[in-house]
């Protein structure tokens, strides 16, 4: 049970560094630098997600010791997975229910969107980015000797 907790405060801290560089890079970019809000925010949502995965892969998911480019580009693919489940919580709760006011989109994208977005973040990076090998007996990350590649690896 006290891993799972370390697992959890582990993610959410790495989770709220890259929302506050999120947040502040979008802030700057949007202001100063004078990007338009779709290039500020794209922008700042690839710097969140490298800033999260550093904070996974050198903390919370350490032992697992991922390799190459294949880690990270799982892991973008989960965020934008976890953006679009924000997104899609607030068209429903805008457009469908007509919800429309700012109280509302705020509820349903940065409320409930952020807390199922989050769910699903969770479960793909500990499932699909940051596997453990847990279910082959040996120790997470291990390599065997017979393949060569890494115990849950794809590539081995």
């Not at 499932?127 to 794809?154: A, D, I, K």
Request: glycine share 16%; proline share 3%.
């Amino acid at each position: 049970m006290v891993a799972g907790r370390r697992e959890l405060l582990g993610f959410a801290t790495a989770g709220l560094l890259a929302y506050a560089v999120d947040l502040g890079l979008f802030t700057v970019l949007r202001g100063p630098a004078g990007l338009g809000p779709l290039t500020a925010k794209a922008l700042s949502f690839v710097a969140a997600c490298s800033v999260a995965y550093a904070g996974n892969a050198l903390g919370t998911y350490r032992h697992t010791r991922p390799r190459g480019l294949r880690p990270y580009a799982v892991f973008f693919a989960v965020n934008a997975a976890g953006a679009a489940v924000q997104l899609l919580c607030l068209a429903v709760s805008h457009y469908g229910l007509g919800l429309t006011s700012q109280r509302a989109d705020t509820v349903s994208g940065a409320g409930i969107g952020m807390a199922l977005a989050t769910i699903l973040r969770f479960w793909g990076t500990r499932t699909l980015v940051f596997r453990s090998g847990e279910t082959t007996g040996r120790r997470p990350g291990s390599w065997t000797g017979t393949t060569g590649g890494r115990v849950g690896s794809w590539t081995g």
